[in-house]
């Protein structure tokens, strides 16, 4: 059993599951990017959405008063408050 198998397995017997999901599995996979890249992780929203549709999306967030949204890849966690 590999190192990510084992972590896994530990993860879910210690929340009383004795096996992985297999979408768990097949989710957590190197092949699937994850652990990768996380900066390509984190920007491909900007890849796959028209400007306009990121200025909409912007524009209803600010509605809520959520203004730590902008068109950087992360949030401006300062400005969230936390």
Request: hydrophobic share 35%; net charge negative; aromatic share 8%.
């Amino acid at each position: 059993m590999g190192m990510e198998k084992q972590k896994q397995a530990r993860i879910f017997n210690e929340i009383g599951e004795k096996n992985v999901p297999r979408s768990v599995s097949r989710v957590l996979r190197e092949e699937h990017g994850i652990g990768r890249n996380k900066g390509d992780q984190l920007s491909k929203w900007k890849k796959i959405l028209a400007k306009e549709e990121i200025e909409r999306i912007l524009d209803i967030v600010s509605d809520f008063s959520l203004d730590f949204y902008t068109k950087d890849v992360e949030p401006d966690y300062e400005n969230i408050g936390v």
